[in-house]
């Protein structure tokens, strides 16, 4: 059974930063396409950077220049650096892992994704 479990959401003021981290387990960890999620209160869930088995990285228009995604395979985890944060960044991020290696869209719901994490809230006050 996949299990991503995410963690260091929180409330940080606009131009803060914050890091998102996701261990993933429960299945055979190879080069597959993970990818981060958002979703605020009214509003559907958004792609916003994905990270495909080919090492290939997309982000959402709306935080390139300002999030950083990575991954470090050996020790199964998935990593959002989020710097210049914005009140609109404020929703629940979602982890999610796609068993094949290439990614849907960054600009889907991530419909496709195999698992999902039960997300973490980041709060970004003005």
């Known amino acids: 059974q996949v299990q991503l479990v995410e963690t260091g959401g929180g409330s940080v003021q606009a131009g803060g930063s914050l890091r998102l981290s996701c261990a993933a387990s429960?299945?055979?960890?190879?080069?597959?396409?993970l990818g981060w999620f958002r979703q605020a209160p009214g509003k559907e869930r958004e792609g916003v950077a994905t990270?495909?088995?080919?090492?290939?990285?997309a982000y959402a228009d709306s935080v390139k220049g300002r999030f950083t995604i990575s991954r470090n395979n050996a020790k199964k985890m998935l990593y959002l650096e989020m710097n210049n944060l914005k009140p609109e960044d404020s929703a629940t991020y979602f982890c999610?892992?796609?068993?094949?290696?290439?990614?849907?869209?960054?600009?889907?719901?991530?419909?496709?994704?195999?698992?999902w994490g039960n997300g973490t809230l980041v709060t970004v006050t003005s």
């Open positions: 999610a892992a796609e068993l094949a290696s290439y990614c849907p869209r960054v600009t889907s719901s991530g419909a496709g994704m195999d698992a």
């Open positions: 429960g299945y055979t960890y190879r080069r597959n396409c």
């Open positions: 990270f495909d088995g080919h090492g290939t990285i």
